[in-house]
């Protein structure tokens, strides 16, 4: 059990930084072994959770402090590994009920982001932070591929879990 | 007739009242307030089509198609029909996830939907 994320990436809540966002977590879930498809969703949910922190929880101030934790999980008996993804941010908290994806029948421009992150990814949670913002766990289990090896496979890579981690070495300052 | 580019829209009139929207790099937040106000711009002025060519898109995200939401509705409104074409599988992925893949007009070539 780690406590901190293997990869660590802090960004200011500018629009700008999506890209950079997207394509390290993206190349990323590829070197653990997601096909092209799954990558591309992975760093659609990302981009989905950064874009509701700057629009919704900054309201659209573009110089506030994101940070982005990535690890692998490595692949075991009953696990066949993945990525937990942790995004903490100072923004105004809000009750983590209420983060739910909008009724889809209503078809009206915005409100995707939070059901596109819940149907892309297999588990996701939010949590009040200790002290200020929001803390957003996502994880998606990859499938088994055959061939090249993976960043998780390495020796001494163990899966994070992100209740211990929030509670002992928070992201941020 | 017609071809212009905006910093990252090119706009072709292929022909009278159609006009080709085609983004050439990727939709997020910091890109669809632009495509937005392109779409914005087209519509009216005598267009009766506006085609959104999505060839040169390889991503895009919740703000690209609540730009596109928006612009379907306000095509309805003005009475010009508005065609999505040549998305890859990873926008239509988006689409589907949002369950919008049948709100939209959406065919596999520029010609097919300046034809539609």
Redesign the interface.
Known sequence: MQDRAEIELKLISDPMYLCGARELVGCIARRIGFDDMDCSKIALAVDEALSNIIRHGYNKVFDRPIWIGISPIKPSADSIGGIVITIDDEAKQVDPCAMKGRCLEDIRPGGLGVHIIQEVMDEVRYEKRDSVGMRLVMTKRAPRAEGSPRLSDRKGCAVTSMGSKSSKTPMGP | MGHQQSSFISIDRPEQGVVVLMPTT?I???RSPELRTAIRQEMGNGVHKVVVDLDEVH?M???G???L??AM?NASKSDTKLVICCMN??VS??FE????DS?FSIVASRDEAISL
């Open positions: 990727d997020d937040m910091s991503y995200d919740s703000s198609l609540a730009t939401v928006e509705r599988q990873k992925a988006i996830i949002a369950r919008l709100f």
